[in-house]
């Protein structure tokens, strides 16, 4: 519509301007007259004679311009319909540029027109390959689209592909496709092994593609792009092939970075934590026996904090992939008391060169759970590490499961050590909180407690606490026995791969069970 | 952590192929992995680490993702392709600090026989791992 008002105040000036001028001659010639006459005694009915006639002199005229005007458009329209008809009259395609009138709007007519033809032609009633060259509508697509024929030949690319891998036309076409894309795929599901498949099976299908990137040469940028094909088999044309480009080079490097730094930085720590405790449990191994006593401590409280830094590290990880929307859980059923035993064998280490005793209690006859392993033990992990590190002075946490009249496994970490005030018990499951009091003494960063909460809601089930402050805390969690689960869980893949903490091992049920 | 715990039955004539850049981590490995009985070889090289693969002498291989010259994920797909490696009897685990990407993630839960992240465990904790599963 916008094309069309455009072009109607197009006319409304040139008809506005036209009688501007005939009027101004008409007076001008009524009062050149009236001058005249005071000396040559025209008579005023003979001055009125000469206006009229002049006047209708220039009606002709104008009408003549306006008309001329006023048609233009109508005549490229017609030229173009003439120009694209199957009839075979020879009309030239209209120089739409050269209107001047009305050119958006011819321009948009023609564009449609020359879509329908498009869709008219495949068809088959009529596309050459050479007008398929010339195709307005391929060509003022944005999107990078290739036709490929029976044999992978491109047989057709537009101005847009040919921008995209910067790479003229005529040396596009004719080419094995595969030899002018080299395309890195981010799974096994590839572009020349679907083709493949289809080619052998079917007669049309479609498929599409995510974060494709293209291999380019050194002085050219990298693309990342999703790529759509459609495959067509009895295309008359032997338009066997088509594919379109989307790209999304900015969009997938930015996420790339994103998460890089921290796997960057989350790997540069871990590679030294490696080796550090490779070292550590070497020197217990060679030389255990005959350390001093204070040698042994000190070698296991280095192992302790060693592996603290460790469950630092992966609590950054995961934060991380928390805040990008990326915690990803694979829900298996898992026998609850086994889990909470590893986990407090695991850290174990870490209470005891601090002098405290983990105490466990497990219901017996606990029904399975249905948990992400590694996800769920990072949640003991963060528990019971508070609580070493708030017990203060007192030597015992006791750790407990059990189920509750609602049918939920309830895990309950207690500590006996400086406890909470009341008014800031709700922040604290908010990232980066710690109680200011406790900060000059003990370390940490605040994300742990922000962590657990996320991976327990993830499972479904809530975080709590209970504290009195000189007396200690109490942390809770629930999780979904498996039966609430399994509808959810039987939907998704993976069924047979066992989770450990570090780890996991293809169908195998050993591993630290 | 006692020191003094015996670490599994000794393992004879297994034999193991490290793929993995970071020497000193290779070295702490060979030495536990020696300890228990098995005969390990390193490699740093990802071409070479692939070819020595091939040849399917080993019964498993610790698998690092990033290598150079060949990245560990290629190197599992090389392996679990019949037509570049027609039998293969080693278990592969990947051994890695890296995070992955999901898609990759994906792979490796497909092709692979084992996956650890090499900071979660000390040598002697790896070398229980693969007892369970050699």
Redesign the interface.
Known sequence: MDYLSRTKRQYWIVLFVCFLIYNALIVGLWLLLHSLGSHFHVANDIALLICSVFGLLLMIVFSSIISKYLIEPLKAIWQLILHISPSGVAVPAPNIDSLKTGRELVANLAMQVYQLTAVAGQYGTKAADSELNNNFVANKLPLPLFILDSGETIIYANIAASDYIGTPVKDLTGKNFYMVMDMSF???STLDKWLKDVKANTATASMSWE?VRLNVLDNHPTRLFDLAAFYNKDNPQNYETMLVLFDHTKQYSQDDQA?SF??LS??E???P???L??????F??EL??EMNPDLKDFM?KM?ATAQQL?AF?NNI?NVARVDND?L?LSLHEEKWDSIVESAITNI??RAKVRGIKLESHIEPGLPTVGVDRLSIYEVLNNLIDNAIKYSNDSKVIKIDAHLTHEGMIETTVQDFGVGISPNIMSNLFTKFYRDHRNRSQIGGTGLGLYLSKAIVSAHGGNIWVRSTLGQGSIFGFTLKPYTMLAEEIKNSD?KD?VRG??????N?S??RR | MDPKEPVGAKQPHKKVLCIEDEHFIGELYQRALGNAGYDTILEVDGVKGLQLAQTDEFDIILLDLMVPNLTGIEILRALRDPTKTPHLKAKIIITTNLEQREDVKEDIEKQADGYIVKAEMTPKELVEFLTNIA
């Not at chain 1, 405790?277 to 070497?282: K, M, P, S």
């Open positions: 981010p799974s096994e974060r998460v921290v796997a989350v790997h720590l871990r590679t934590l490696t080796l405790r490779g070292y550590i449990e070497a217990e191994e255990g026996n296991q192992g460790n590290v990880l990326q990803q174990a280490l993976n791969i903490a570090h780890g996991w091992i293809k195998h050993l591993y």
